[in-house]
């Protein structure tokens, strides 16, 4: 019997196997080179270009389960999530789609008799809609005559809906068209049995039937020559219907979830409605944060990364709200592991990075979250709204989420908490300003320039053929200049120039492009780059130097061999780091990015800490070995399935097709990888790290050099520590035991030039004792001092402190240029005076800012001219203390 959550999902991958569908994995959560989407938010996502007509596929049957955010867009159930019954940020998605082939009366067949023949879904319990039809489109008469005719769905039980419920669109161009919609009837408890009651209906199957295209924004629909069938459903709704309970969040994936944020929180699931939230909430957002991380997304501050760290402390939050104390969202992203891991192999290979990952996020978020709750209690900066509700500023707002990791929906939840509102004008304003100065932009690529689409439809795509060869013969698809196609291209001039087949290799993969030549009768190029604007289109960036050339023409394209021998030298080494890295560091450490470029490497990966010199030594030295070894470097074109079945590596922001290129370097290291490579690990020759550093949260670079650029780096530095030996009087032998002298020797002097300064700053004690002024009946001292060593000022202040016995101390100096300011308070006058809001306004003087402690704060600034007004300026502040 079918019951579990990997019954359904099983059952149904087998049922539309079974039925002439190739069973397709589940697409990466990032969907690879579409910048329109943030997250995959349909099964059909990995097919858009299929549907588009971009795409072929050699099967015309597809079948997929596949992971889903709704976060973003108008795809955003964030709000509702733990609040419904059925709102989650990730989903899984089961569809089956067609390609040209079966359309309605299959469609609707499946479906039905998956529901109900093999998962056993009362029949009387199932409702279906279509579309009613509008002025764009007529009623889905089809649709209805299936459902009715053929199935046998009661008339009475077919409700029609408008184009908002029953038509689809992939926007304001490309295919569309109705909808028809499976649903479960909960009863007639839940209210009237209309579309619009959700309680009562709740979808469970969806068929989109693709049999319109628009060409034109506000153009007319025209019918398919050859309509497709989009299918989705929801894997959670389906077995909340199969095991009979009320919530998604009761079904036996979830339920562990809730119940481990109960058990970590000593608090019963079921007992406290707004606890119930909460709990559903962290078990809702563990999942989505462990296939996030899963996949090489890492909580930060912009894009996805930014999603992902607003939803990891959206539950960190609630964390805090049920009084769990101590770090949790790991344990419960590891219940995630545990429960999905069968289905979804990446949660097992990358189980301790997703720990560590949370680990870390919480211990970040939980560093600014009491204070961030401090400063909105003792906020007094507020707007007086309606009744007199109070309205937090939305400048305010925005620097909670710029400076402490609160983003707006946190705000607003605890506003729902503490009475409040945001101002969300101002927080849009101060956001738009704060990008204005950042200089974010949008997430993903602009879109290829119509020239290359042009040439693509008209003349197709381009064979790569220099994976065996340097040189080939071919013929000019077309020309595109400033992204519009041209006929021709002559001396001087400059453009891309489209190839039939081409030995030149495209930049992709984090590999660099070729260069060369092309040559025509009577014309000649030089190739400087060479890009992909489109999958399958190769455009080379020429500069003429002699002749014309023209759409058309037969060319000879011949690329520069040293530099693709250089080339390949680093993207072999690159994957011979990637295994030393791996081997040193752990199977968490894994390629989040590379450049391959013929005179250095950079290899971008995941780890948490800097890599101590040991570390960078042993993956230098396995990396020798594995060059000393000589193993033989092998490609193969095999299916992904089978590809992953060796082991392989494999990247899931990359867009892998059904055929895939696996390069085995003697069997130690197995990548899947579209770039060029040396015949045999020992042709990397020498390998050197150059640097190694933090480019992300969780995410660490290593450049690095083969090969001749080796020798040439290796050659600079010998040049280097020679000259450092010249300027030290030693040889190149000696030079570090002259250098560790000299280090202890500067150890030295800066310790006696700081004493001496400590003795210049405090020399003058008594004379300021004497200068001590009373005012409003505190004693008080301002002066500027020799020095504005921030150290000794300090120091000056905290003797003053011990003398002064009562009162505030403001001293200034000239530190190297700049203004350096110090305020100290006594401890009985810190409930008077605070030192961080004092010297708030003192520095404002010199042009600078400030803050501390109410006992001691300390500021700088550029006009140290103004250092004597500044100083003075604390009489008046004592004087007035609200001022």
Not at 109 to 114: C, D, L, S
Not at 534 to 540: D, I, R
Not at 824 to 853: E, Q, S, Y
């Amino acid at each position: 019997m079918i019951r579990t959550t990997s019954d359904v999902r099983s059952a149904f991958l087998r049922y539309f196997e079974s039925n002439g569908h190739q069973v397709i994995p589940s697409g990466s959560l990032v969907p690879p080179q579409d910048p329109t989407l943030m997250f995959a938010n349909a099964g059909m996502v990995q097919f858009k270009n299929v549907f588009t007509g971009r795409q072929k596929r050699p099967a015309p049957r597809a079948t997929t389960v596949q992971k889903c955010i709704r976060i973003s867009g108008k795809h955003n159930d964030l709000e509702n999530v733990g609040r419904t019954s059925r709102h989650h940020t990730f989903f899984e998605m089961l569809g089956n789609f067609s390609f040209g082939d079966y359309f309605k009366q299959d469609a609707c067949r499946f479906g039905w008799e998956f529901l109900t023949d093999v998962l056993g879904f009362d029949r009387s319990r199932l409702w279906v809609s279509v579309f009613r039809g509008d002025d764009n489109a007529p009623r889905d008469e089809e649709a209805v005559r299936i459902w009715t005719q053929q199935l046998g769905v009661p008339a009475e039980r077919v409700l029609e809906g408008s184009a908002a419920d029953n038509f689809w669109s992939m926007g304001d161009t490309g295919p569309c068209g109705p909808c028809s919609e499976i649903m479960y009837d909960r009863g007639e408890r839940f209210g009237e049995a209309k579309l619009e009651n959700g309680e009562r209906f709740f979808e469970v199957w969806n068929l989109v039937f693709m049999q319109y295209m628009v060409e034109e924004a506000g153009g007319p629909m025209k019918k398919l020559p050859a309509p497709c069938i989009d299918t989705g459903a929801g894997l959670e709704r389906i077995v909340s219907v199969l095991q009979n309970v009320e919530s998604n969040y009761d079904i036996d994936l979830f339920a562990p979830l809730v119940s481990l944020a109960g058990t970590i929180a000593k608090k019963k699931y079921g007992s406290d409605a707004e606890d119930d939230v909460s709990m559903r909430v962290i078990a809702d957002h563990a999942r989505m944060a462990a296939h996030l991380i899963s996949e090489g997304i890492f909580p930060e501050k912009t894009g996805r990364e930014y999603v992902l760290r607003r939803v990891m402390r959206r539950a960190i939050r609630h964390g805090h709200r049920l009084g769990i104390e101590d770090l949790f969202l790991h344990r419960v992203a590891m219940a995630v592991v545990d429960g999905m891991g069968s289905a979804y192999p990446e949660l097992v290979e990358r189980r301790e990075l997703i720990e560590k990952v949370c680990a870390q996020e919480e211990e970040r978020f939980r560093l600014t979250l009491t204070r961030g709750l401090s400063l909105l209690a003792e906020n007094s900066d507020w707007h007086q709204g309606p009744a007199g509700k109070r309205i937090l500023p939305g400048n305010i707002a925005f620097e909670l989420s710029a400076t402490y990791g609160f983003p707006l929906d946190l705000v607003e939840v605890i506003g729902a908490e503490d009475g409040f509102t945001v101002d969300y004008d101002g927080y849009e304003s101060a956001k738009d300003s704060h990008k204005l100065r950042s200089g974010a932009g949008r997430i993903g690529e602009e879109a290829a320039a119509p020239g290359y689409r042009d040439i693509l439809e008209a003349r197709g795509k381009t064979e790569f053929t220099g994976y065996d060869r340097l040189t080939d013969d071919a013929v000019v698809l077309g020309i595109v200049v400033d992204g519009a196609s041209v006929q021709s291209l002559s001396a001087g001039q400059e453009g891309d120039i489209v190839l039939s087949r081409t030995p030149f290799y495209g930049e992709s993969g984090g590999q660099v492009g070729d260069t060369g030549r092309l040559t025509a009768a009577g014309a000649e190029a030089t190739v400087t780059d060479v890009t992909r604007p489109l999958p399958g289109l190769f455009a080379h960036r020429v500069r003429v130097a002699g002749g014309t050339f023209r759409a058309g023409d037969p060319i000879t394209a011949t690329v520069d061999g040293d530099r693709r021998k250089d080339i390949a030298r680093h993207h072999t080494a690159t994957h011979l780091l990637h295994l030393a890295i791996r081997r040193v560091l752990g199977p968490h450490a894994t390629q989040k990015g590379s450049r391959v470029a013929p005179d250095s490497l950079r290899f971008d990966f995941t780890h948490f800490e800097a890599l101590p010199d040991a570390q960078l030594r042993d993956i230098e030295r396995i990396v020798a070995e594995l060059v000393i070894d000589n193993y033989p470097v092998e490609t193969t074109v095999t299916s992904l399935q089978d590809a992953r079945a060796t082991g392989a590596m494999a990247l899931f922001e990359e867009n892998y097709g059904d055929r895939v290129r696996l390069v085995d370097v003697g069997g130690q290291s197995r990548e899947l990888c579209g770039g060029t490579h040396a015949s045999r690990s020992g042709d990397v020759g020498p390998f050197f790290i150059v640097s190694e550093g933090g480019v992300a949260a969780g995410v660490r670079r290593i450049e690095a050099v083969c090969g001749h650029a080796a020798v040439a780096f290796i050659a600079r530095e010998r040049e280097r520590m020679a000259a450092c030996a010249d300027l030290l009087k030693t040889t190149p032998s000696t030079l570090l035991d002259r250098v560790e002298k000299c280090v202890v020797r500067e150890k030295e002097l800066v310790r006696q030039v700081e004493k001496l300064q400590r003795e210049l700053a405090s020399g003058g004690g008594a004379d300021l004792m004497s200068q001590m002024k009373k005012v409003a009946g505190v004693n008080v001292i301002g002066a500027v001092l020799p020095t504005g060593d921030p150290a000794a000022l300090r120091d000056s202040a905290d003797t003053l402190r011990q003398k002064i016995g009562s009162g505030v101390i403001c001293l200034g100096g000239d530190n190297g240029g700049k203004a350096a300011l110090v305020v100290a308070v006594t401890p009985d006058l810190v409930g008077r005076f605070h030192a961080g809001r004092l010297i708030g306004d003192i520095a404002k003087v010199v042009g600078g800012r400030g803050g501390g402690r109410p006992d001691l704060a300390q500021a700088g600034g550029t006009e140290v001219g103004r250092l004597a007004d500044a100083v003075a300026l604390i009489y008046d502040r004592v004087m007035q203390p609200a001022g």
